[in-house]
């Protein structure tokens, strides 16, 4: 089912909710969670659409599973349950889950990478006073977009996403404003030459993104 896409829908008067699979080529549709009394959200594809991750506060608080796509899948923790986390992408070669997970501690949200090879130990890329989320790779897995407000409203940047050959743990490096007037939410068009988000105005925008080893991206402007 990889030409399926991923829907949440609410369910019932408790406050619920469930991930739905959506066959786009027979307009059919399956529940892929059914717990009424819990919330499942932030579904995530693996590149070969065997897998899906998402995040289920079935444990008390919102933590990332994982979960094969077929009938007898049954749902796998990927880390314990300790603070609120949400898994937004997943590398084109499957070697790393970006999320963000709430700092008790600190003033929001903190980036991570977790490696889906090997010991799986979560790696920090974004630790500061200001709250980093909704971390998107790019396709090529170069890349990192994500918003900040670390201006005092949502804005999105771009940095370096860089993993050794020796296979090192990921770093992040540089750091591009894309938003002037304010944004959230970016999504990578899957040939990498652009990179979308929405506007504080809740508009559509989209940047040109010119390959090469610096980050090069265009003026934002709204998305036809």
């Known amino acids: ?36 009394e819990k919330r499942e959200g932030g579904p995530v594809w693996s590149t070969d659409g065997t897998r899906i991750v998402f995040s289920s506060d079935s444990m008390g608080q919102f933590n990332i599973f994982e979960r094969a796509i077929s009938a007898t899948g049954e749902e796998t923790a990927l880390l314990p349950v300790t603070v609120g986390r949400l898994a937004t992408s ?16 600190g003033s929001g949200f903190d980036l991570w ?22 971390g998107q790779l790019s396709p090529d897995g170069r890349w ?30 540089g750091k591009w404003p894309v938003s002037p007037d304010g944004g959230h939410s970016p ?11 929405i506007g504080e105005d809740r508009k559509l925008k989209a940047v040109e993104v010119k390959p090469g080893t610096r980050f090069d991206a265009g003026p934002p402007r709204c998305s036809s």
């Open 1 to 36: 089912m990889t030409s399926a896409s991923l829907r949440m829908e609410s369910l019932g008067d408790g406050g619920g909710a469930d991930i739905w699979l959506i066959d786009l080529s027979r307009q059919t549709k399956t529940r892929f969670t059914s717990n009424p």
């Open 144 to 173: 990192l977009a994500y918003t900040s407000d670390e201006t005092g409203e949502r804005q999105v940047y771009v940095r370096s996403f860089r993993v050794s050959a020796a296979g090192a743990s990921p770093v992040l490096e």
């Open 113 to 134: 990478a977790l490696p889906m090879e090997g010991k799986r130990k979560p790696v920090p890329l974004l630790q500061t006073e200001f709250s980093e989320r909704q």
């Open 187 to 197: 999504k990578w068009h899957p040939d990498g030459r652009q990179l979308f988000y």
């Open 90 to 105: 997943w590398s084109r070669d499957g070697r790393f889950l970006i999320y963000h997970e709430y700092d008790s501690e």
